[in-house]
């Protein structure tokens, strides 16, 4: 292995005025040196759009290899041969099972953990503990970050989010603990940041063993504080120091690794500082896909979600020339002028999807592609927005997870077979084998031929 | 609020229509008691007992020896009027609940083994509300929100749904709150992003506004600052000592910030320890919002040794510490001590120094001042009169103005108003000037009624406003230009909030109005009485033009289906007041080719012509349920929590002092600080 092409860290602060259109190319030999630890390790990436999808447009004809693609992934052609559709799978805990309407809500918060999630504004919010956080819980620690969060919208401000239930179940996908949601980044420059510069300029000219010491007698300091507090406190309130403490714990982690990895960390992609917040919404979803591949890149982190919009969202599509909100439309009501306008948005964002699985499988890694390592779920708790249907899921999976999923198909799965087997499945293949997850009753076996 | 409470509204009938929480019989002066539901008459006992209680009460602390009192003159006063309350109640119990209970619930709730061991049919004599409060709220919000009785199962009529909410609500108005205390417990509270950066601003004395680079914290019961909604993501950790650092290495190199921070100067190398750990108490006993306590003294004395021995400088060692201080949970949690074992009945008052923090961040969004401190080092904040005060010179302080960014915000939804997209197309006349020119209109009128106490009803009916050029012209008032900003009287038809732009557009579609959405948010936010949720699979209005005339008669002729009409009904008729706003609050005479029609007849047969009379209307005859819904509101605000069955007394304690001070805005504020949740903490509740 050669190190040709290495940048420094402080070239990378500095990198504004260093444009590379194509990142990836130069930073090829930098993201083998970080993998090849793990000779190509497996990465998965959770992906949640709102409001269902026009599923007649989304749901291919035929079965097996050879499909045809249907209107909505269309743009996909270009990843045809990498993405496994997957019909007929539901999310029988996203129903209101007695809990009345929010199903915008739930089939957020039931996305990647299979739960039930608690009806609740405020008091006690419990859902479960997602399929991307039970894979960071077994190989987080492999990675400078366990996992990352990303999405393009910051939740709703005011007001209520969706019919009695707490705005934190429509605005979060991944959820650490049962009553612990996981905030997502939505700012391109702030991702970037966080991935790849060092905050602390006060004391960047010293010694880096100097400074990790230090750093690691201030988190033994706030941790100890958050521990004699956490003595005296009730309940609830230990809950909210036991937050405090893994985010101690994580962070004291990473500085352990940095001082073993010094060589690792003075090496980086180059890539030009992202933006903040863009106003076209497209790009805005694009720098967020950018961040996702230059984290699974440079092995910072193997698990991403991304939220495209949160739940229930009434974003206008003007950029597409639909005017109405996104939630409004989707009471189509069988209107075909919904209908048309819908399935506009659904292919908008299958086209951002197409972006990033496309960026993906430019980068080479090991024989194959980083595409091939990895397992992008894309879908919505959601089928129809209108009837508010959890079953028949619109749901794909993009990348052949290391050569473990058969790719270039369509599959059709029993109805009512639950989205928890192939969340299951999932997480064989991210080496966090469990008995079950969710609601699961079965592996999802169909996922090879 | 109170979970899902959707009473009030279902009332059909003018006796509906009027009654409601103690202000109306007040406000006349008159003692009627047989007109007037049972609640107002156990609300004039208790004021008379209350009454008492204060003038006895005032700077004592602890108040529990009263208390007896108290009850003994309550229960006295109940006795003797108990003879015509007690008929009437049961009356309204008996007529129509106990049959909803028999046909409705039993069946299923009742005999040896009731479905989710809930047994109604123990409550056929009576409901026994003093000691199953708890159930009838639950049963409540199941029927408001028609989950029960099951979609599967003989329904009941929109009309029995209500009489029977009616009832349950008549029910709960008895519960007598004198048999026992419950101030609540709220959980550990994060400081959320508005209150990180005025705390900052606070304490550093500049405002950098690090918060605004933090992840969303999100909404619960309304509102963001919800302590059991505010979880701690390790990214946010990341974000704090990043935050920290970066805050103070700006302070320390500007030298009148950084006098600021460390005052102390040492004279000599032998006091530089002692003068270094002064500066380190003085800033972390600001930062914590109370005293040191030894321990917090010897661990950042130790920080501060480590530092030392590392070699850094004496400037480079207090950042350090005080980057410590800034990521500390006792900085970023506001922490409550949980009552003792040995409390009385799991209650404690919160000291002074809790109280201080309660107010600040209540009022100001921000730590406390020195005045507070002060007051708190003293031992006298906890006292009623002087926390009142306190209460009403912050009202006034400029930093106040975070209840308009944050309560107002919230409540009224203005932080929406960045993200309205009506259609460029069908109106072009909206611009990012105008969208800026309609937020600052109604911070402004909501910081009149705070600066001039003016009465809460003028959020309804107030009949002036404050608008610049670019929205003069918008609203059709002329001989006001540039972009000042000049209190204006309003034409009629506008009349209160409701009718600023702001709330208008909010309330719109991008293409349209919506009456439906005008009424429903007016139904949630205004009276609190929010309409029972659509059932699935609703078929939408269209837009084409199959069925003719206005959106009102489109959608009269629409509504065919007897299930959506009776709550739309309710929602559309106020909606449609409001038909001479177009979707972004511009007044229009016609809609397309048609005349609006903004009249209409409210349930109970009030009828109106327009948005002022409405207004007008819902000033007179809804004026207690606005006053209670922005009294819970309010209280969810300032107590980071959502209110519970047992907040019922807090707010009837509240309403009553609103009413006996002419609906001031600081008349709601010291009611709220003065209430029993916002000074006390129990242990119950923890589960």
Same mark, same amino acid.
């Given at each position: 292995?050669?190190?040709?092409?290495?940048?420094?860290?402080?070239?990378?602060?500095?990198?504004?005025?260093?444009?590379?259109?194509?990142?990836?190319?130069?930073?090829?030999?930098?993201?083998?040196?970080?993998?090849?630890?793990?000779?190509?390790?497996?990465?998965?990436?959770?992906?949640?759009?709102?409001?269902?999808?026009?599923?007649?447009?989304?749901?291919?004809?035929?079965?097996?290899?050879?499909?045809?693609?249907?209107?909505?992934?269309?743009?996909?052609?270009?990843?045809?041969?990498?993405?496994?559709?997957?019909?007929?799978?539901?999310?029988?805990?996203?129903?209101?099972?007695?809990?009345?309407?929010?199903?915008?809500?739930?089939?957020?918060?039931?996305?990647?953990?299979?739960?039930?999630?608690?009806? $609740?504004?405020?008091?006690?919010?419990?859902?479960?503990?997602?399929?991307?956080?039970?894979?960071?819980?077994?190989?987080?620690?492999?990675?400078?970050?366990?996992?990352?969060?990303?999405?393009?919208?910051?939740?709703?401000?005011?007001?209520?989010?969706?019919?009695?239930?707490?705005?934190?179940?429509?605005?979060?996908?991944?959820?650490?603990?049962?009553?612990?949601?996981?905030?997502?980044?939505?700012?391109?420059?702030?991702?970037?940041?966080?991935?790849?510069?060092?905050?602390?300029?006060?004391?960047?000219?010293?010694?880096?063993?100097?400074?990790?010491?230090?750093?690691?007698?201030?988190?033994?300091?706030?941790?100890?504080?958050?521990?004699?507090?956490?003595?005296?406190?009730?309940?609830?309130?230990?809950?909210?120091?036991?937050?405090?403490? $893994?985010?101690?714990?994580?962070?004291?982690?990473?500085?352990?690794?940095?001082?073993?990895?010094?060589?690792?960390?003075?090496?980086?992609?180059?890539?030009?500082?992202?933006?903040?917040?863009?106003?076209?919404?497209?790009?805005?979803?694009?720098?967020?896909?950018?961040?996702?591949?230059?984290?699974?890149? $440079?092995?910072? $982190?193997?698990?991403?979600?991304?939220?495209?919009?949160?739940?229930?969202?009434?974003?206008?599509?003007?950029?597409?020339?639909?005017?109405?909100?996104?939630?409004?439309?989707?009471?189509?009501?069988?209107?075909?002028?919904?209908?048309?306008?819908?399935?506009?948005?659904?292919?908008?964002?299958?086209?951002?999807?197409?972006?990033?699985?496309?960026?993906?499988?430019?980068?080479?890694?090991?024989?194959?592609?980083?595409?091939?390592?990895?397992?992008?779920?894309?879908?919505?708790?959601?089928?129809?927005?209108?009837?508010?249907?959890?079953?028949?899921?619109?749901?794909?999976?993009?990348?052949?997870?290391?050569?473990?999923?058969?790719?270039?198909?369509?599959?059709?799965?029993?109805?009512?077979?639950?989205?928890?087997?192939?969340?299951?499945?999932?997480?064989?293949?991210?080496?966090?084998?469990?008995?079950?997850?969710?609601?699961?009753?079965?592996?999802?076996?169909?996922?090879?031929? | 609020?109170?979970?899902?409470?959707?009473?009030?509204?279902?009332?059909?009938?003018?006796?509906?229509?009027?009654?409601?929480?103690?202000?109306?019989?007040?406000?006349?002066?008159?003692?009627?008691?047989?007109?007037?539901?049972?609640?107002?008459?156990?609300?004039?006992?208790?004021?008379?007992?209350?009454?008492?209680?204060?003038?006895?009460?005032?700077?004592?602390?602890?108040?529990?020896?009263?208390?007896?009192?108290?009850?003994?003159?309550?229960?006295?006063?109940?006795?003797?009027?108990?003879?015509?309350?007690?008929?009437?109640?049961?009356?309204?119990?008996?007529?129509?609940?106990?049959?909803?209970?028999?046909?409705?619930?039993?069946?299923? =709730?009742?005999?040896?083994?009731?479905?989710?061991?809930?047994?109604?049919?123990?409550?056929?004599?009576?409901?026994?509300?003093?000691?199953?409060? =708890?159930?009838?709220?639950?049963?409540?919000?199941?029927?408001?929100?028609?989950?029960?009785?099951?979609?599967?199962?003989?329904?009941?009529?929109?009309?029995?749904?209500?009489?029977?909410?009616?009832?349950?609500?008549?029910?709960?108005?008895?519960?007598?709150?004198?048999?026992?205390?419950?101030?609540?417990?709220?959980?550990?509270?994060?400081?959320?992003?508005?209150?990180?950066?005025?705390?900052?601003?606070?304490?550093?004395?500049?405002?950098?506004?690090?918060?605004?680079?933090?992840?969303?914290?999100?909404?619960?019961?309304?509102?963001?600052?919800?302590?059991?909604?505010?979880?701690?993501?390790?990214?946010?950790?990341?974000?704090?000592?990043?935050?920290?650092?970066?805050?103070?290495?700006?302070?320390?190199?500007?030298?009148?910030?950084?006098?600021?921070?460390?005052?102390?100067?040492?004279?000599?190398?032998?006091?530089?320890?002692?003068?270094?750990?002064?500066?380190?108490?003085?800033?972390?006993?600001?930062?914590?919002?109370?005293?040191?306590?030894?321990?917090?003294?010897?661990?950042?004395?130790?920080?501060?040794?480590?530092?030392?021995?590392?070699?850094?400088?004496?400037?480079?060692?207090?950042?350090?510490?005080?980057?410590?201080?800034?990521?500390?949970?006792?900085?970023?949690?506001?922490?409550?001590?949980?009552?003792?074992?040995?409390?009385?009945?799991?209650?404690?008052?919160?000291?002074?120094?809790?109280?201080?923090?309660?107010?600040?961040?209540?009022?100001?969004?921000?730590?406390?001042?020195?005045?507070?401190?002060?007051?708190?080092?003293?031992?006298?904040?906890?006292?009623?009169?002087?926390?009142?005060?306190?209460?009403?010179?912050?009202?006034?302080?400029?930093?106040?103005?975070?209840?308009?960014?944050?309560?107002a915000?919230?409540w009224l939804?203005?932080?929406?108003?960045?993200?309205?997209?009506?259609?460029?197309?069908?109106?072009?006349?909206?611009?990012?000037?105008?969208?800026?020119?309609?937020?600052?209109?109604t911070?402004?009128f909501f910081?009149?009624v705070?600066?001039?106490?003016r009465s809460v009803l003028d959020f309804l009916t107030a009949?002036?406003?404050?608008?610049?050029?670019?929205?003069?012209?918008?609203?059709?008032?002329?001989?006001?230009?540039?972009?000042?900003?000049?209190?204006?009287?309003?034409?009629?038809?506008?009349r209160g909030v409701l009718?600023?732009?702001?709330?208008?557009?909010?309330?719109?579609?991008?293409?349209?109005?919506?009456?439906?959405?005008?009424?429903?948010?007016?139904?949630?936010?205004m009276?609190?009485?929010?309409?029972?949720?659509?059932?699935?699979?609703?078929?939408?209005?269209?837009?084409?033009?199959?069925?003719?005339?206005?959106?009102?008669?489109?959608?009269?002729? =629409?509504?065919?289906?007897?299930?959506?009409?009776?709550?739309?009904?309710?929602?559309?008729?106020?909606?449609?007041?409001?038909?001479?706003?177009?979707?972004?609050?511009?007044?229009?005479?016609?809609?397309?080719?048609?005349?609006?029609?903004?009249?209409?007849?409210?349930?109970?047969?009030?009828?109106?012509?327009?948005?002022?009379?409405?207004m007008?209307?819902l000033a007179?005859?809804?004026?207690?349920?606005f006053?209670?819904?922005l009294?819970?509101?309010?209280?969810?605000?300032?107590?980071?929590?959502?209110?519970?069955?047992?907040?019922?007394?807090?707010?009837?304690?509240?309403?009553?002092?609103?009413?006996?001070?002419?609906y001031?805005m600081?008349?709601?504020?010291?009611?709220?600080?003065?209430?029993?949740?916002?000074?006390?903490?129990?242990?119950?509740?923890?589960?």
């Open positions: 292995m050669t190190y040709q092409q290495t940048f420094s860290r402080r070239t990378v602060l500095k990198g504004l005025g260093v444009t590379f259109a194509l990142p990836w190319l130069e930073s090829l030999r930098t993201a083998q040196v970080f993998a090849s630890q793990a000779a190509s390790p497996r990465r998965m990436v959770c992906i949640f759009v709102p409001n269902g999808v026009h599923m007649p447009d989304w749901t291919p004809a035929t079965d097996g290899f050879g499909f045809k693609l249907p209107y909505i992934l269309e743009p996909l052609a270009p990843v045809q041969d990498d993405l496994l559709v997957v019909s007929g799978l539901a999310h029988d805990k996203g129903r209101a099972n007695g809990d009345g309407p929010g199903d915008h809500a739930r089939s957020a918060s039931v996305f990647l953990t299979g739960a039930q999630p608690r009806k $609740t504004s405020g008091a006690d919010i419990r859902s479960g503990v997602s399929v991307d956080q039970k894979a960071a819980q077994a190989i987080g620690h492999l990675t400078r970050f366990p996992s990352l969060q990303l999405g393009c919208e910051g939740g709703r401000s005011a007001g209520n989010c969706d019919s009695g239930y707490s705005c934190a179940y429509s605005s979060n996908i991944s959820w650490a603990s049962e009553s612990q949601p996981l905030a997502k980044e939505i700012n391109p420059r702030l991702v970037f940041e966080r991935l790849f510069t060092n905050r602390s300029s006060s004391d960047a000219e010293r010694n880096r063993a100097e400074r990790h010491a230090l750093q690691k007698s201030l988190l033994d300091y706030i941790a100890a504080d958050a521990r004699r507090l956490q003595a005296q406190l009730g309940k609830n309130d230990q809950r909210k120091l036991d937050e405090y403490l $893994t985010g101690v714990r994580e962070i004291e982690r990473r500085i352990e690794r940095a001082e073993r990895e010094a060589l690792a960390e003075s090496t980086l992609v180059a890539y030009k500082s992202p933006t903040d917040i863009p106003s076209d919404y497209g790009e805005h979803i694009r720098l967020m896909c950018d961040m996702t591949v230059l984290a699974l890149q $440079t092995d910072s $982190t193997r698990i991403v979600s991304l939220m495209f919009a949160d739940a229930g969202s009434n974003r206008s599509y003007r950029l597409i020339d639909v005017p109405e909100g996104h939630h409004d439309l989707s009471h189509h009501g069988g209107d075909p002028q919904k209908h048309a306008k819908i399935r506009q948005i659904n292919r908008f964002h299958v086209t951002q999807l197409s972006y990033l699985l496309q960026k993906l499988k430019s980068i080479p890694e090991g024989e194959g592609t980083l595409l091939d390592q990895c397992m992008v779920l894309y879908g919505s708790g959601l089928s129809d927005g209108n009837r508010h249907n959890h079953d028949d899921l619109p749901v794909l999976v993009a990348g052949r997870g290391g050569g473990t999923i058969d790719t270039g198909r369509h599959i059709r799965v029993a109805p009512e077979t639950p989205m928890c087997n192939l969340l299951l499945s999932l997480l064989d293949r991210m080496g966090a084998s469990v008995d079950y997850f969710g609601d699961s009753t079965d592996r999802l076996w169909t996922l090879q031929v | 609020m109170f979970g899902k409470k959707a009473e009030g509204w279902q009332k059909s009938g003018a006796a509906g229509w009027t009654q409601g929480g103690p202000s109306a019989d007040r406000k006349q002066g008159q003692m009627s008691f047989k007109q007037l539901p049972v609640s107002m008459e156990t609300d004039k006992l208790w004021l008379i007992a209350s009454n008492y209680w204060e003038s006895i009460d005032f700077g004592k602390r602890d108040v529990g020896h009263v208390r007896p009192f108290v009850r003994v003159l309550y229960l006295v006063a109940v006795l003797l009027f108990a003879g015509s309350v007690r008929a009437e109640a049961e009356g309204d119990y008996a007529q129509a609940l106990v049959p909803f209970l028999k046909t409705y619930c039993i069946g299923c =709730h009742g005999g040896n083994a009731p479905e989710a061991k809930l047994a109604l049919d123990k409550y056929l004599e009576s409901s026994r509300i003093q000691t199953d409060i =708890h159930i009838w709220e639950k049963v409540l919000r199941m029927v408001a929100a028609r989950q029960m009785p099951p979609a599967d199962e003989t329904q009941p009529t929109e009309t029995e749904f209500a009489a029977a909410q009616r009832a349950i609500v008549a029910e709960l108005e008895r519960f007598d709150c004198s048999s026992e205390r419950h101030p609540g417990r709220v959980t550990l509270r994060r400081l959320n992003r508005a209150e990180y950066n005025n705390t900052i601003r606070d304490l550093i004395g500049v405002n950098f506004r690090p918060a605004d680079d933090f992840p969303a914290d999100d909404v619960g019961e309304g509102f963001d600052n919800i302590g059991d909604v505010l979880t701690l993501p390790p990214v946010l950790l990341e974000k704090y000592l990043a935050a920290a650092e970066s805050v103070l290495n700006e302070a320390f190199a500007r030298p009148e910030l950084r006098r600021r921070l460390v005052p102390h100067v040492a004279q000599s190398d032998s006091d530089r320890r002692e003068v270094s750990e002064r500066n380190i108490v003085q800033f972390a006993t600001r930062a914590f919002r109370r005293p040191l306590t030894e321990a917090d003294k010897s661990q950042l004395f130790e920080l501060r040794r480590v530092a030392r021995t590392a070699g850094l400088s004496d400037d480079e060692i207090l950042k350090f510490v005080f980057t410590g201080v800034l990521t500390s949970p006792h900085f970023l949690f506001r922490v409550e001590q949980d009552p003792a074992p040995d409390d009385e009945d799991g209650i404690r008052p919160l000291n002074d120094f809790e109280l201080a923090s309660r107010l600040s961040y209540f009022l100001w969004s921000s730590m406390p001042d020195d005045a507070l401190f002060e007051l708190a080092r003293q031992g006298q904040l906890h006292q009623p009169d002087v926390l009142a005060s306190q209460a009403r010179r912050m009202l006034l302080d400029p930093k106040a103005r975070a209840l308009v960014d944050n309560f915000g919230q939804q203005l932080r929406d108003v960045a993200k309205i997209t009506p259609d460029p197309e069908r109106f072009p006349s909206f611009d990012e000037e105008l969208r800026a020119a309609m937020l600052r209109e911070e402004l910081e009149t705070i600066r001039e106490d009949d002036f406003t404050y608008v610049n050029g670019r929205l003069a012209q918008h609203y059709g008032i002329r001989g006001v230009e540039g972009e000042e900003f000049r209190r204006v009287a309003l034409p009629e038809g506008r009718t600023q732009a702001s709330i208008l557009t909010l309330t719109s579609n991008p293409t349209r109005t919506s009456p439906v959405k005008r009424g429903k948010w007016i139904l949630e936010n009276l609190g009485e929010p309409p029972p949720p659509p059932p699935a699979n609703v078929p939408e209005l269209k837009d084409e033009e199959e069925l003719l005339g206005t959106l009102r008669e489109r959608m009269e002729q =629409h509504r065919t289906n007897p299930a959506c009409a009776v709550c739309h009904q309710q929602m559309d008729t106020v909606g449609f007041g409001l038909e001479h706003f177009d979707a972004i609050g511009a007044w229009r005479d016609k809609d397309g080719r048609f005349a609006i029609d903004a009249s209409g007849i409210l349930p109970g047969g009030v009828e109106f012509r327009d948005a002022s009379e409405l007008q209307i007179e005859q809804k004026k207690d349920a006053c209670r819904c009294t819970e509101k309010l209280l969810t605000y300032a107590l980071g929590r959502g209110l519970v069955s047992y907040d019922r007394c807090a707010v009837r304690e509240i309403l009553r002092r609103l009413v006996a001070d002419n001031r600081s008349a709601l504020v010291t009611g709220i600080v003065l209430s029993e949740p916002f000074r006390f903490r129990e242990s119950k509740g923890e589960p």
